[in-house]
């Protein structure tokens, strides 16, 4: 099975903490979706014969489109790439963009699961983060969402933000549990040096919160999430029984996706590609048949290295199985003391040829693989 991935380049304005590829004049929106649907057919073969299951329109904000702009995309899509049935279908939307009148819209495309980028139900906390909604607003555009008939929603939180306390990131969690969604991701505060955040850091006028602190309000969020009902599928994503999401699920199952946009990245099992992160030259390149891309071609050692990355941070966790015949990697004879004190510390289990991170091990998941990583021979 496979996904493509959408990414709309534009937003209303810029989150203080944000490296994605975006732009807030929006000129050129009709143009570059005509360039993306131009991408998709360009791509044809990327996939192979990986039937489609999974849509993601992300960005960006994918909630600036209109419906029939999505229709459009979903259309080429169809005509062009081999579909798995049912589709999984997801558009990751802002709080002040689910207007009644754009969720009725919406519902009549083939969106079938909204991701609602909330991120934090204090209004303080979302003005230092320099977002597009207060708290009213997110918690009305998810009742709307609910009520216009969307049954799979997943709400984007962020906590250890400087000025979060234990108790507040508490309170936010109760917010998020009293809406019921069926998905909650939430990650961490990063600050990346190309964004204000990162401006501020260098100037010395922001500070990120000690490590102690995140994992205080990280533990917190797993005993809340855990204790009333949801599954911890991935460090950072917690569902409801049935509900995990089906299209980041399979970047980290390692099955192949197509990225189409400025900046989308690509992947077909032995290469990565990503897009060139800039519109004007995207669609000039589109214009004349050719997509910009910069090509990967992953060694042994990096794909050992990112299944250990992905799978340690899932339930699932990693298969060993899988490391010996595809990899010829053992394990547990190249990092058995290693793996024996992850065991006797309670960070890991083993379960048959399975190595799972327990929940405490799960909050070292990205150290303790860093910590199995293999070399590179040349290194
Ligand atoms: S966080 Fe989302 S809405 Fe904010 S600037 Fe980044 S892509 Fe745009």
Request: proline share 3%; glycine share 6%; net charge negative.
């Amino acid at each position: 099975m496979a996904g493509i991935y959408f990414h709309i380049p534009f937003c209303k304005q810029a989150c203080h903490y944000c490296d994605f590829h975006f732009s807030t004049n929006r000129e050129k929106q009709s143009e570059l979706i005509a360039a993306m649907k131009k991408e998709l057919i360009l791509q044809r073969d990327y996939l192979k014969d990986h039937p489609v299951l999974t849509l993601y329109f992300g960005g960006g904000t994918p909630s600036l489109l209109t419906a029939s702009e999505i229709d459009s995309i979903v259309q080429v899509t169809t005509d062009y790439h081999q579909l798995a049935g049912q589709m999984e279908v997801t558009l990751e939307a802002n709080p002040d963009d689910l207007t009644i009148e754009n969720l009725d819209q919406l519902r009549q495309t083939q969106i079938n699961r909204l991701s609602i980028g909330i991120q934090s139900f204090n209004d303080s906390l979302l003005k230092t983060l320099n977002r597009s909604h207060d708290r009213k607003t997110a918690i009305d555009s998810y009742y709307q969402a609910r009520n216009s008939g969307f049954h799979n929603i997943n709400i984007d939180l962020i906590y250890a933000i400087p000025g979060l306390t234990l108790s507040q990131w508490k309170k936010n969690l109760q917010h998020a549990l009293a809406l019921d969604p069926e998905h909650i991701s939430a990650y961490t505060l990063t600050i990346e040096p190309d964004t204000v955040f990162g401006r501020w850091a260098r100037a010395g006028r922001f500070h990120g919160v000690e490590e102690d602190e995140a994992a205080n309000q990280m533990e917190l969020l797993v005993e809340m999430l855990t204790f009333a009902g949801y599954e911890q599928y991935e460090v950072s994503n917690f569902c409801k029984p049935g509900f995990p999401s089906l299209h980041n699920s399979s970047y980290w199952n390692q099955d192949p996706y197509l990225g189409i946009g400025p900046s989308a990245h690509s992947y077909d099992g032995v290469s990565r590609q990503s897009n060139v992160r800039n519109n004007h030259r995207y669609m000039k390149s589109i214009d004349i048949g050719l997509v910009p891309f910069q090509r990967e071609v992953l060694s042994r050692t990096d794909r050992i290295n990112e299944y250990l990355f992905t799978s340690l941070r899932t339930a699932k966790g990693c298969d060993l199985e899988k490391l010996r015949n595809e990899f010829h990697l053992d394990i547990l004879a190249t990092h058995g003391t290693y793996v024996g004190h992850l065991t006797s510390r309670n960070l890991a289990v083993l379960e048959g040829t399975t190595m799972k991170l327990t929940p405490s091990g799960r909050l070292l998941a990205d150290k303790i693989a860093a910590d199995l990583f293999v070399l590179d021979q040349a290194q």
